[in-house]
């Protein structure tokens, strides 16, 4: 059993509550942590190399969030079909371990062999200037050359987490979040290292995560095999079905900063896409709260889903969506209140232009989150119940399609207040595409 329960105890609302408050708990600092690391990186940056360093980290931000999102769909994929599987007693569930590793791993020598040959090409894609590339091309080459390690620490934490040790998975983030953030101001400042620094720091941290999951894949308790099985398109695809929605959370991110990065770009140059840096990585500290309650949420629903308990399944999602929607109230309220303190961290040189764009653009942008939180809790939950088409619906059209609409109409009605305002915009909208498929799932588990 995956969730250490007794019969005794199944029904229990109070032993739920337990459960879910350690759980979220846990995955919110660890996520919390995780996406500290970005925000160090670009405090740092910015204090070393100024504006054009925070331009040049957005824009190869969504690169970044492709490698995590890969990671992501087959990580959270693999786990959520193992543990179904395993609670119906599959053997065959033993292998899924070692299959999302070895296409982790595979699929990253794309991404290895694009940083090796063309880092400069990949960041003038993206948008930058001969300044941005020149800035930022050591950075991309680093990182991407650890593809293999971003991706593969996603599967174990997620297999850890799922395994009943939410506890571990915590510690493998934040720790692997706090060497970021000191070496990144011993490679930056101490030894001179600048970008390149910021870069080796990021890129070694999840080395960091992958041994402190060792830990528990060590351990008596552990019951994650490594059970080695040829690679399967097949099972691959079975696995992503689920994971899609995860997927999208991530690459979602990637798109709407090369959406915006190119509407910035012509609306208000090098200077606002600096601003929007300032909004973007600040967000991802919002993001990650949810992501907290959402990768919480999902080992309880999963075994609850595997097991057949459908009260259990309705209460964790009443406590997933309760808890988002007074996360992003209190988010709100704290950005509306020190917009312009959050916005001077990240202003080192004091530009004028730069603190108007970010202040005006983070609380307008962050109105979103009172949408986007049931968006990302209620697309997690869908996957963990094996409702792919609605988790599936809601994702493409909150990572791709909505946001790109609202983002060039409402840019050119309204200018950057427009590129602001698209983001609350699009997660309104897929809102009632999560809603209905929340309501479908609850009926049916709530009884």
């Not at 593969?152 to 939410?166: H, W």
Request: aromatic share 12%; hydrophobic share 55%.
């Amino acid at each position: 059993m995956v969730i250490d329960l007794n019969d005794r105890c199944i029904y229990n609302i109070a032993i739920m509550k337990k459960l879910f408050v350690k759980y979220v708990s846990q995955n919110i600092l660890g996520m919390v942590g995780m996406s500290l690391y970005i925000l160090a990186d670009t405090f740092f940056i910015s204090k070393a190399v100024g504006s054009n360093g925070i331009t040049a980290l957005n824009l190869v931000l969504p690169v970044y969030n492709l490698i995590f999102a890969i990671g992501a769909m087959i990580g959270v994929g693999s786990v959520i079909r193992y543990v179904v599987e395993k609670n119906k007693g599959d053997t065959s569930s033993e292998s899924y371990f070692f299959h999302a590793l070895l296409w982790c791993i595979m699929i990253s020598v794309i991404f290895i062999l694009i940083g090796i040959f063309i880092p400069d090409r990949l960041v003038g894609l993206l948008g930058g200037d001969s300044a941005i590339i020149n800035t930022g091309k050591n950075y991309t080459r680093i990182f991407m050359l650890f593809t293999p390690f971003f991706m593969c620490n996603y599967v174990c934490n997620a297999f850890v987490r799922n395994d009943g040790a939410p506890s571990i998975a915590m510690c493998a983030t934040l720790f692997s979040s706090l060497f970021n953030i000191v070496f990144d101001y011993i490679l930056m400042f101490p030894l001179g290292l600048g970008m390149e620094g910021a870069a080796l720091a990021t890129a070694i941290s999840p080395i960091i995560g992958i041994l402190i999951c060792c830990i528990h894949f060590c351990s008596d308790k552990c019951s994650v095999k490594l059970k080695p099985s040829v690679p399967s398109v097949k099972r691959l695809f079975y696995s992503c079905q689920v994971g899609v929605s995860s997927f999208v959370a991530e690459i979602s991110s990637g798109v709407i900063t090369i959406v915006f990065n190119m509407i910035i770009l012509r609306l208000a140059g090098n200077i606002g896409v600096a601003a929007y840096g300032v909004v973007a990585n600040t967000s991802l500290v919002a993001v990650a709260l949810f992501n907290g309650i959402a990768q919480g949420s999902q080992p309880l629903i999963s075994d609850y889903y595997g097991r057949g308990l459908r009260k259990n399944v309705g209460s964790i999602l009443r406590m997933a969506v309760i808890s988002s929607l007074l996360i992003a109230a209190l988010l709100i309220l704290f950005i509306c209140t020190f917009a312009p303190f959050v916005t001077s961290v990240f202003n080192s040189e004091h530009d004028a232009r730069l603190a108007s764009y970010a202040e005006s653009g983070l609380r307008l942008y962050f109105t979103g989150f009172i949408f986007a939180g049931i968006n990302i809790v209620g697309s997690a939950i869908l996957s963990a119940v094996e409702s792919v088409k609605y988790a599936f619906a809601a994702s493409i059209m909150r990572g791709f399609i909505a946001i790109s609409i609202f983002a060039f109409a409402l840019s050119a009605a309204f200018g950057m207040t427009g590129v602001w305002l698209a983001f609350p915009a699009a997660e309104f909208v897929t809102m009632f595409i999560i809603v209905k498929g929340l309501r479908k799932n609850y009926s049916n588990y709530n009884r």
